[in-house]
């Protein structure tokens, strides 16, 4: 007669028996599936199944576009990112936030100050071509960076250093407040849409080089400016050859309300840039504080310290630079929208779909301007994140990137088209008649 105990162990036995063949393949099967689960994730997250395409072009048939779309192979060829990463909005961004660009030159300027009537004092670099442009001419990009942004940013110096060797002379502002170790010489920053620094440059420029023209670039914050200079007085666009804003959301007002919506990660995005401008007025809190006619006190910069979006920030600080009595006001004020129609002169708003900082529902802003408006094209490409656009093989960026490339090409294409202007309508109108002959 067998005892419990061995009993036991033998049914222990005879259920590992039983069991022993399914284990190890289960195992196998929870590794697969893991596996498979993580591989999902990251062909999700990175977009990989998402095919490369031109950029959707909006505009309006004219002698003008038809011209670009033939001299600028850019606005209609496939435009390539990174395999491995570049079809990530986000990773697009992150990199353009953390690196700007890889193999950042570091051209020459020389910096300039200008004195404001308010006390202020702005500043911009001035970069010379290197070699002549291709027409001949005297042009001069004048530039806008985006928020907070200043001439020593890595992604200006890539644009400027390639704009250069196209033979453009270059002028950058540097947003009021951002340049480090420069104080303030008056109680006020940058803010979403006031021009008045950027006016000066563009001031400065037309008196100290008589013949040059101009090409006014905006980038995403810049892109508001510029437009919304050249909108608010039809002066503003004398000498203006073309205009060309990248990566702009058009309306702070609209753009502010998505800014605290959770989809495309977008509330996380919000509460970043809020921390980078929270340390940077801070660093500028003596200057706000001392000076006698400053809208800024304590209690500002107190609430200042709690604030996780821009809306907070632009509310106790932002607004009260030029003293507007509501944040509605602010917005609805310092928004191209209302200005962006008076522009005549040619006029590219580029975006991308991807932008993981510009909600969908705000493109239809430069959709409907370039349906309506024949200087106006809109190009929307699928990838390239907030002012990422970089290019690429499978893993490694090209140190310039498709929005580098596009801008210097359709200026090029604009600038000859101005330069020759009847041989070119001319060409045009002969191309219209043969296409209606073979209809």
């Known amino acids: 007669m067998s005892s419990p105990v061995s009993t036991m162990a033998a049914l222990e036995d005879g259920d590992m028996n ?6 190890p393949a289960m195992f196998d099967g929870m590794k697969l599936a893991a596996v498979a689960t993580v591989l999902y994730v990251i062909v999700r997250c990175l977009n990989l199944k998402s095919t490369t395409a031109p950029p959707g072009i909006i505009y309006q048939d004219t002698p003008l576009s038809r011209y670009l779309f033939k001299t600028c192979p850019m606005l209609t060829k496939e435009y390539i990112p ?5 079809k990530s909005g986000h990773l697009q961004t992150a990199l353009y936030g953390k690196m700007g660009r890889v193999n950042t030159p570091t051209p020459f300027g020389v910096r300039k100050f200008l004195p404001m009537q308010d006390g202020a004092t702005a500043t911009f670099d001035l970069f010379e071509p290197i070699g002549e442009h291709s027409t001949g001419d005297d042009i001069t990009m004048v530039i806008c960076p985006g928020i907070g942004n200043h001439s020593e940013q890595n992604y200006i110096r890539t644009f400027v250093d390639h704009s250069q060797r196209q033979g453009y002379r270059c002028a950058v502002l540097n947003h009021l407040g951002a340049l480090p170790n420069m104080e303030l010489t008056s109680p006020r920053m940058f803010t979403y849409g006031c021009t008045w620094e950027y006016a000066a440059m563009v001031a400065y420029i037309k008196q100290a080089f008589p013949q040059t023209l101009l090409v006014v670039v905006g ?7 510029v437009c919304k200079f050249l909108g608010e007085h039809t002066s ?7 205009c060309v804003s990248v990566c702009q959301g058009y309306s702070a007002l609209r753009a502010q309300e998505t800014f605290l919506q959770w989809d495309q990660c977008r509330r996380l995005y919000n509460f970043v840039l809020a921390d980078k401008m929270k340390k940077l007025i801070l660093s500028h809190r003596s200057s706000l504080l001392s000076m006698k006619s400053s809208n800024i006190g304590d209690a500002d910069l107190n609430r200042l310290y709690s604030a996780t979006s821009l809306m907070q920030i632009d509310d106790s ?27 005549t002169v040619p006029l590219l708003l580029v975006n ?8 969908q529902s705000l493109l239809a802003i430069p959709r409907t301007l370039a349906e309506k408006m024949p200087n106006v094209i809109f190009a929307l490409t699928q990838h390239g994140g907030h002012l990422g656009f970089f290019e690429g093989a499978v893993l490694f960026p090209q140190p310039l990137t498709w929005m580098d490339k596009v801008i210097v090409e359709y200026t090029n294409a604009i600038c000859h088209w101005e330069k020759d202007w ?5 060409s045009s109108q002969h191309e219209a008649e043969w296409k209606y002959t073979k209809l």
């Open 236 to 242: 503003n666009q004398d000498r203006v050859l073309c």
């Open 422 to 426: 009847p041989s070119c309508q001319r």
């Open 82 to 86: 990174p395999l491995l990463w570049g």
């Open 219 to 225: 980038f995403s914050l810049g892109g508001n400016i």
């Open 352 to 359: 991308s779909s991807d932008d993981p900082l510009i909600h």
């Open 18 to 23: 039983t069991f022993g063949p399914e284990l």
């Open 317 to 343: 600080i932002m607004r009260k630079f030029h003293d507007y009595s509501s944040l509605k006001e602010y917005y609805e004020k310092e928004s191209c929208v209302h200005y962006i129609h008076n522009v």
